[in-house]
């Protein structure tokens, strides 16, 4: 039996880790290259292919959920899993995976049409939350106020549409961190040459356009809360709000302590990750004015280092495993065990 990895050299990927494990437990694996004409014959002698791919690389964008949906239609066992990837990085894909089985979720309204979108516009209550389809951090995440901000929204959405990425304010989260002595200089220069130069990203998918996609506003939070299930067990975090802000997804500002996750949220995300049969799928949970936790979207990435402090982890029946953990090391047991099961 051997696995399969695709390695990334980018720091907060997974592939060193699951490389490091494999090593350390003498479980045979060989490196392979996605990006290869040939990769599907590459993984002739492999029995699972583990990729940690990217909502931000033009290859990746093009090619991964392809390569990995290919490889599990021919039988080959994947991580991560179809099931918990195809709408990774597309939040109006997430809205109808998660209305279709009934998942607690954030109400949310997409229109594909500039004529229905301002009708409705001139309809509902704000504030509303504008949301395209991509994008991690809150980068590509608004406040709409008024009508009168809505309108220019979806004239912009229905005309030259908008960069894939809020530059602006990419940039001033990243002079916030550098106020806060979290990055350094040069990090804080490059932010700001992004304002101006698009990357291979951006150029290869272009301006997102065509649809708009906005959430309710739910008032009164000042956290999320993220909750990551890989297989069996579940770990979270808190993460508070920017100064004067709504937004939490990319503050830095996190909380690890158990007593600030509502057990709730860890039900209710093992509940959607079985129901769609995902083997690693993140959630993120704000609270209603009746205090219920609603999922506002969902994910199977993350970056590690920000978990690394987490001081333990649930398993499915809701108990507590008071000790540290390295998620990356369930996901190759998890990957291992489904391909014993299958033999």
Not at 44 to 61: E, K, Q, R, V
Not at 208 to 218: A, K, L, V
Not at 221 to 231: A, Y
């Amino acid at each position: 039996m051997i696995l399969a990895i695709h390695k990334t050299d980018i720091k907060g990927y997974f592939s060193d880790r699951w490389i490091e494990y494999c090593k350390v437990n003498n479980i045979p694996y060989k490196i392979v290259n996605c990006y290869s004409n040939t990769i599907i014959q590459d993984l002739n002698d492999c029995d699972g292919l583990m990729w940690h791919f990217s909502h931000a690389h033009p290859i990746d964008y093009q090619i991964a959920i392809n390569i990995l949906t290919s490889l599990e239609a021919g039988g080959k066992k994947v991580f991560p899993n179809v099931n918990s990837c195809w709408h990774f990085d597309d939040k109006v894909s997430q809205k109808y995976l998660l209305e279709s089985i009934n998942a607690p979720i954030i109400k949310s309204w997409v229109y594909y049409s500039k004529k229905e979108a301002l009708e409705i516009m001139s309809k509902i209550s704000y504030p509303k939350v504008f949301k395209l389809k991509g994008g991690a951090g809150s980068a590509n995440v608004k406040l709409i106020k008024n009508k009168n901000e809505a309108d220019k929204y979806v004239c912009r959405a229905f005309g030259r549409g908008f960069r894939q990425f809020d530059r602006l304010t990419l940039f001033k989260d990243t002079f916030t961190k550098f106020r806060r002595r979290e990055i350094k200089i040069k990090n804080l220069i490059l932010e700001f040459g992004k304002i101006f130069v698009k990357s291979d990203y951006e150029k290869v998918k272009g301006n997102e356009s065509g649809y708009i996609y906005f959430q309710d506003f739910i008032p009164n939070n000042d956290s999320d809360v993220r909750i990551i299930v890989i297989g069996d067990r579940a770990f979270a975090i808190k993460r508070m709000v920017r100064e004067n802000d709504f937004r939490a997804s990319g503050s830095g500002l996190i909380l690890y302590d158990r007593k600030h996750i509502d057990e709730r949220c860890v039900q209710i995300a093992f509940n959607t990750s079985e129901k769609l049969q995902s083997n690693c799928l993140t959630f993120d949970f704000l609270f209603d004015e009746n205090n219920q936790p609603l999922i506002a979207e969902i994910s199977y990435g993350f970056f590690q280092g920000a978990y690394d402090d987490c001081t333990g982890y649930w398993d499915k029946n809701l108990k507590w495993h008071d000790e540290k953990f390295i998620p990356q090391n369930w996901m190759v047991d998890d990957l291992l065990a489904e391909i014993n099961l299958k033999k």
